[in-house]
T-cell receptor, first 109, second 113 residues
Framework: ETAVFQTPNYHVTQVGNEVSFNCKQT?????MYWYKQDSKKLLKIMFS???????VNETVPRRFSPQSSDKAHLNLRIKSVEPEDSAVYLC????????FGHGTKLSVL | QQQVRQSPQSLTVWEGETAILNCSYE??????FPWYQQFPGEGPALLIS?????DKKEDGRFTIFFNKREKKLSLHITDSQPGDSATYFC????????????FGQGTKLSIKP
């Protein structure tokens, strides 16, 4: 049963454009995350938010910025996308376990 | 530098056999090791996990064997079913209740009927 919802499922854009991905969790968790899964399926954490406070930033490029309105929502904005940003972006939330959404697949042409 | 390594990269077994997926890690501070299962087009889902104070964790057909001294663990899937075909990720973290996980590169498992 899905409890972490991501939109859109897919997004195709051109180099230099700005994109924004949405994520909502209905689990009541305090902490949410963004992970990036590359073409080789390698998963790496990008950000985590706890009660709207950024607590982890794994040195991702500055063109990436997380945005949160409340603890149930954590969006991801990419300003001026580059080809290497093509990947699946996975939103997650946690209490004692990490729950992932289905992901947003980004293709940068 | 890959802190969590998995082998093999891909594995094919016959239905009913036991699939063995291997994982190793480098950081001695890691004390929580979940395994995630991912089907195409979906996000990873927690399958089973173990803490470093234990050497074995069993849940139905899935068993984790953990060797702290050698920094190795393995996932055994007994009586493999075609529905078990997926990519399996080993992960590690320093804290049990933290979502900051370091993932291995995954093992793609295929079960032949």
């Amino acid at each position: 049963e899905t409890a972490v919802f991501q939109t859109p499922n897919y997004h195709v854009t051109q180099v230099g454009n700005e994109v924004s991905f949405n994520c909502k969790q209905t689990l009541g968790h305090d902490t949410m995350y963004w992970y990036k899964q590359d073409s080789k399926k390698l998963l790496k954490i990008m950000f985590s938010y706890n009660n709207k406070q950024l607590i982890v930033n794994e040195t991702v490029p500055r063109r990436f910025s997380p945005q949160s309105s409340d603890k149930a929502h954590l969006n991801l904005r990419i300003k001026s996308v580059e080809p290497e940003d093509s990947a699946v972006y996975l939103c997650a939330s946690s209490d004692e376990r990490l729950f992932f959404g289905h992901g947003t697949k980004l293709s940068v042409l | 530098q890959q802190q969590v390594r998995q082998s093999p990269q891909s594995l094919t077994v016959w239905e009913g056999e036991t699939a063995i997926l291997n994982c190793s890690y480098e950081d001695s501070t890691f004390n929580y090791f979940p395994w995630y299962q991912q089907f195409p087009g979906e996000g990873p889902a927690l399958l089973i996990s173990i803490r470093s104070v234990s050497d074995k964790k069993e849940d139905g057909r899935f068993t984790i064997f953990f060797n702290k001294r050698e920094k190795k663990l393995s996932l055994h899937i007994t009586d493999s079913q075609p529905g078990d075909s997926a990519t399996y990720f080993c992960a590690a973290s320093e804290n049990y209740n933290q979502g900051k996980l370091i993932f291995g590169q995954g093992t793609k498992l295929s079960i032949k009927p």
